[in-house]
């Protein structure tokens, strides 16, 4: 043990002296300098030889005493009395008084898997119990125009879904006094996220949290909160022992998709002797294209989870038998040749895309079928997409549902005509030969059904006045594409590339993110970044042009951004009973926050990313969130889509927050929950992929 000399100063990008330096850690991203500045010491993390974070100037160690409108107050401060270097550690230590007592204080940091590891212990010494007390991680960006993401919450402010008015979604826009501050375990990637324009450079900055219980709480499963402030000064990333904050309302905590309810009273008791140790990570980079530096924290919270075991997960063969038995169940047939699978386990309603999906058992049930099920499903797929081909246009595309307690058809939108158009698009393909193939498949009416379509939007899509409103109309691209290999239409290929020269120019600089891909919330999405994404990369594989693979691996990582990269503990409940797993499973928006299986859908694009890319985590997080997903599959092979890992709830008991988390929504079993699980199987199997050799078979 040591104390490191007075010996350098650190100088700033502009070649101001900011202080006499007492030590260093180093990193990949962003060097962390403690340094004596105006007599008292403070840390600064560095990228480029300029400071992009710095501790408050106030002190490295901030402790509130009491809430004032459930905002922690009363704040106290310290600065530390000591820097050493122990080993790799460096080690600083203060202590703070108080009229109840002292803290004892120290931090302690490392590099740690190209980031900066923090390990805050907070030591209670005073005679009795310390009341009241919020915790903290406070780390300061100076100056304004910061933009902030917060994964599978906050993009760059929401700035969609605020303007729509979907539900209650966070807005920030780094304002002084704005605070969107969440628990832990509505993070499925736990990082706050900074992006700001530096003399014609691009830096970011983020805050990693390893999630934990806020111990002595005076809440029941009371977590650690993360997020961001407003300052007069420029924005702080912040933890917090348990205060939460939306839309700059303290205490309170977003619960249904369009309520917040109260979180009040998320404060500590410490009893005399405790010791609260609390780990987080720190970054810095540059050199980012515009809405780019998420993604260097994105890339280290994947290193610093590793959520690429699929040990306890269930095999991916195992889930493909229990869906398909239960797709078997959805089978319905009705007069003058209707047929096909339900949406509903009680109505006899045939609806395509989005929640219904009956389009996609075509391509499916080919391309799976053995030698057992060959006759069977293959009558079932060509039945099945031959009554979907009489679905009656109009100058806006298809219907997509069809209701014979109604008599016909109805409804339209276009993220279901293209997810549908996709999907008739891969039987034909299959039915053709290409893939496995089939013989006696008939696809000329699913010809006839595509080309049209891709008429309509194609027509649509070249018209100069063509201004879609959110990124739902990327899913009409992959189709397109594929329309064009199929049927050589020049108007296909021009119109799927226009539509995703658009969606590149509206959101890969997210000054409007990836949005209303999802039809229940007018937001920000994973859904609509997954639009983009396969907009994205059909059109690369339509040209062979490495702009558009670039541009999709920026889409993929905003869907990755969804994902959940660790196991987010249950309290008693559903959840827990199962011993469920959250690694893998996906946020559905920022207004609708729980998990759910969506992410299946885009899993074998994952896969092909990480071969296009050369990455193996893609690889093995694309087997991940497969297996993953096919948990709480029940003996009927039906399964449930609402996953509440967070205090959100969209069925059941809506006013009980305390209530909310750990709860499953078994009943909600509309068809895309099984449909996704077998087109991704089927397309893992044309490409050769066993995820069971890939993930490690189950026991």
């Not at 070649?15 to 030590?23: D, R, W, Y």
């Not at 160690?61 to 050493?84: F, K, M, N, Y």
């Not at 007390?133 to 910061?146: D, I, Q």
């Not at 609509?528 to 396969?534: D, H, I, K, R, V």
Request: glycine share 14%.
């Amino acid at each position: 043990m040591r104390l490191v000399s007075l010996a350098s100063v650190v100088v700033c990008g502009s070649g101001a002296v900011l202080g006499q330096e007492l030590g260093r850690v180093g990193s990949d991203t962003g060097v962390l300098v403690a340094q004596r500045d105006e007599g008292e010491v403070r840390l600064f993390l560095l990228d480029d030889g300029g400071p992009r974070l710095a501790s408050p100037a106030e002190g490295l160690w901030s402790i509130a005493t009491g809430l004032e409108d459930q905002r922690p107050a009363g704040w106290l401060h310290a600065s530390p009395g000591s820097v050493e270097q122990r080993g790799e550690w460096l080690v600083l230590t203060g202590s703070l008084e108080t009229p109840g007592g002292a803290w004892r204080l120290q931090d302690a940091y490392r590099e740690h898997k190209g980031v900066i590891e923090g390990r805050r212990r907070f030591t209670w010494a005073g005679d009795r119990p310390g009341a009241g007390v919020t915790l903290s991680v406070r780390w300061e960006k100076a100056g304004a125009g910061a933009r902030t993401l917060l994964p599978g919450i906050c993009y760059f402010g929401n700035p969609s879904g605020v303007a729509t008015g979907a539900g209650v979604v966070a807005g920030f826009a780094g304002l002084p006094g704005e605070a969107a501050v969440f628990e832990e375990h509505r993070y499925p990637m736990p990082f706050a996220s900074l992006e700001w324009d530096d003399a014609g450079v691009v830096r970011g900055a983020a805050l990693h949290s390893l999630p934990s219980l806020a111990p002595h709480a005076q809440r029941g499963d009371q977590w650690w909160s993360l997020g961001a402030i407003g300052r007069d000064d420029g924005v702080e990333l912040t933890l917090l022992s348990g205060p939460v904050a939306i839309n700059g309302r303290w205490g309170m905590a977003k619960a249904n998709q369009g309520r917040v309810l109260a979180y009040d009273g998320a404060v500590l008791t410490v009893p005399p002797g405790a010791v609260i140790e609390k780990t987080f990570y720190l970054e810095a980079s540059g050199g980012h294209a515009r809405g780019s530096a998420f993604r260097t924290a994105l890339g280290h919270s994947l290193a610093l989870f590793e959520p690429y075991s699929c040990a306890g997960l269930p095999s991916a063969g195992e889930i493909v038998r229990a869906k398909a038995a239960f797709a078997e169940s959805r089978w319905w047939e009705g007069g003058e040749g209707a047929a096909g699978f339900r949406m509903y386990p009680n109505r006899n309603d045939l609806v395509m895309g989005w929640c219904g999906q009956a389009a996609a058992p075509g391509f499916a049930l080919l391309q799976l079928a053995d030698e057992g099920q060959r006759e069977r499903w293959t009558s079932m797929a060509q039945r099945s997409l031959d009554f979907l081909s009489t679905s009656p246009f109009n100058e806006g595309g298809f219907l997509l549902r069809f209701d014979p307690e109604r008599g016909g058809w109805f409804d339209q939108d276009p993220v279901s005509q293209g997810q549908a158009m996709e999907n008739f698009a891969r039987a034909i393909l299959v039915g053709r030969g290409v893939g496995r193939g089939r013989e006696g498949v008939d696809t000329a009416r699913w010809e006839a059904f595509l080309r049209r379509a891709c008429e309509v939007h194609a027509g649509h899509m070249l018209r100069d006045d063509w201004r879609p409103r959110s990124t739902s109309e990327a899913f009409l691209v992959s189709p397109l594409c594929k329309g064009y290999a199929l049927f050589g239409d020049d108007r296909f290929r021009a119109a799927a590339i226009k539509g995703a020269e658009h969606y590149a120019g509206r959101h890969l600089d997210m000054a409007e993110p990836y949005w209303g891909g999802t039809l229940d919330a007018q937001c920000e999405d994973k859904e609509g970044a997954w639009a983009g994404f396969q907009a994205f990369l059909a059109v690369y594989d339509m040209t062979g042009e490495r702009v558009w693979l670039d541009r999709a691996a920026h889409a993929m990582d905003v869907a990755l951004s969804y994902t959940c990269v660790w196991d987010i503990d249950m309290p008693p409940g559903r959840l827990r009973d199962h011993g469920f797993k959250s690694r893998g499973w996906t946020v559905v928006s920022a207004q609708n926050q729980h998990l759910d299986v969506y992410g299946v859908m885009y899993t074998p694009e994952i896969y092909r990313m990480g071969e296009l890319l050369g990455r193996d985590d893609l690889r093995r997080l694309a087997a991940v969130m497969y297996r993953s997903c096919g948990q709480l599959i029940d003996p009927f092979g039906s399964q449930g889509e609402q996953i509440q890992q967070t205090n959100f709830a969209q069925q059941g008991d809506l006013d009980t927050l305390a209530t909310m988390r750990g709860g499953y929504s078994e009943g909600w079993t509309v068809f895309w929950i099984t449909a996704h699980f077998l087109n991704a199987a089927a397309e893992f199997e044309r490409m050769g992929v066993d995820l069971d050799t890939l993930g490690g078979a189950a026991p």
